[in-house]
């Protein structure tokens, strides 16, 4: 039997002991766009020079607008649709926006939607200007739908949904551009997930050196939970998919909710929103990048009331720092919140409200990650615009360095009687589980992958990796509980 107050010791006692080292110093909330310009569904890449790059959709007359910011505004917004081609967009969907460097892709679906195609357009000046669009999807009669896009080395990936016309049999395909195209989409639902994808859910597409993931939700036999594909060759095949999401969330209606996820190393880390079980709740996972082997996974703000309906999750990271956004609802008042953690998923803040105005409704959120500082940005309602705020890890000495090296996982938590290791890089000496005194518990052997904790009472306690000499090469929590 699990036990609550355990849980809550175990929230607090981690919050506890991060809050003494790291801490988050708000900027204050600026406007990107322009009255008139539209505020849908914004999404955020960093330029070379770490500046939010934000792009966002306006539905009459159609059309995607890039703004980029210099840590006091934002430039003028640029409409990067070129004059005849206008993109779909709405709340719960619309374009996308990648970066390597001062390179930034954007992707979008041309209206309309039956017989246009995907586009890419592309800026090599940080997002200031923007050249021609460049056609994503071949010429072979299917219908095109939501597309993302992630960048590696050689260029852009775009994930996007296939119909046959009419919109039926909806899959998920990848493409990827080799030299100055797109090479054919290569199928990554239906060889893996049963049934039809959910024909109103969009994907993503992450990329990370030669690997890709494509993160989508299924709808076989109405069970719309969220699979993944994954690529070691930056896209060119998908060998491996895997269902990603325990929640067997059974639904006869479409949610029009995606995941989201980025790659860090060897392990993916996603969000997603789930009703399976008290409501629309935002849920977070791991897995191996290479195999989809699935780690921990869990409610990124457990014990919240069924009523609270959280939705459109979006995550961004280096190692084990993370921040996720979404939006949330409790009757007609609708804002953004945020939970950041330097320890991975178990070290979840309690979240923060990121709209400083209380009032009108906040939507659509979207987040990035870089050099100890996340960026936000989202749709603010009643002013008709995309507000924009940073997010500065402090107190927080050599935290780049420390993060890359401490990919310490250890699973399930709460625990009973077994726990599993993943060390990462880290080459420890030493191996120890201590409780809240210092003193130790176990004293186990330091290439240990499976831990028998059966001899430790129900409790908090902390499993330590010491290096030659003694010193702390990284320190998770864990709770014992039966």
């Not at 997930?193 to 690997?211: K, L, P």
């Not at 993931?213 to 070691?232: D, E, F, K, M, P």
Request: one cysteine or more; aromatic letters at 8%.
């Amino acid at each position: 039997m699990r036990h609550p107050l355990l849980l809550v010791l175990f929230v607090l006692f981690s919050l506890a002991l991060r809050s003494q080292s790291t801490a988050v110093n708000w900027s204050e909330a600026m406007d990107v766009g322009q009255s008139g310009l539209g505020y849908l569904r914004p999404r955020i890449a960093l330029n070379g020079e770490d500046n939010p790059v934000v792009i966002w959709g306006r539905s009459s007359p159609a059309a995607n607008f890039v703004s980029v910011g210099n840590g006091g505004s934002f430039s003028s917004p640029v409409e990067i649709n070129p004059a005849g081609i206008q993109p779909s967009v709405a709340d719960w969907m619309g374009s996308g926006i990648a970066a390597n460097g001062n390179t930034i892709w954007s992707v979008f679906k041309a209206l309309p939607e039956e017989v246009s195609p995907c586009y890419v357009v592309r800026s090599d000046d940080g997002g200031y200007t923007w050249g021609d669009t460049m056609r994503v999807d071949p010429f072979d009669g299917l219908v095109s739908r939501f597309p993302s896009i992630a960048v590696n080395a050689n260029g852009p990936v775009v994930q996007y949904m296939q119909f046959t016309s009419g919109y039926l049999e909806p899959r998920q395909v990848v493409a990827r551009m080799t030299g100055s195209e797109f090479m054919a989409p290569v199928q990554v639902s239906a060889p893996f997930s049963t049934g039809e994808v959910c024909d109103c859910c969009m994907g993503q597409i992450v990329a990370a050196g030669e690997n890709a993931i494509a993160l989508y939700r299924n709808a076989g036999s109405n069970i719309r939970v969220i699979w993944g594909s994954s690529s070691t060759d930056e896209g060119a095949s998908f060998p491996t998919g895997a269902l990603l999401d325990p929640t067997d969330w059974n639904l006869s209606a479409c949610p029009s909710s995606g995941p989201a996820g980025f790659i860090d190393g060897d392990s993916l880390r996603y969000v997603w929103m789930s009703g399976a079980t008290n409501g629309n709740k935002v849920y977070f996972g791991s897995a191996v990048a290479n195999d989809l082997a699935t780690g921990s996974s869990g409610l990124v703000h457990p014990d919240q009331a069924q009523g609270l309906q959280q939705n459109f999750p979006r995550i961004a990271g280096h190692a084990d720092t993370i921040g996720v956004v979404w939006q949330q609802s409790f009757g007609s008042q609708t804002e953004v919140l945020f939970s950041w953690s330097i320890s991975g998923f178990q070290g979840l803040s309690i979240p923060d409200t990121v709209n400083s105005t209380l009032i009108g409704g906040q939507k659509t959120p979207d987040i990035a990650f870089s050099n100890g500082a996340f960026h936000i940005v989202w749709s603010e309602v009643s002013a008709g615009t995309v507000r924009y705020r940073k997010a500065t890890l402090i107190n927080a000495t050599g935290f780049e360095e420390a993060a890359s090296r401490n990919t310490f996982e250890v699973w399930p938590v709460p625990a009973d009687d077994r726990l599993t290791l993943r060390m990462g890089t880290l080459s420890p000496s030493v191996l120890r589980i201590v409780d809240l005194a210092g003193r130790i518990s176990l004293e186990l052997p330091n290439n240990a992958t499976s831990l028998d904790v059966s001899s430790l009472s129900s409790g908090l306690y902390r499993l330590i990796a010491l290096g030659e000499n003694a010193n702390v090469l990284s320190s998770v929590p864990l709770i014992i509980a039966r």
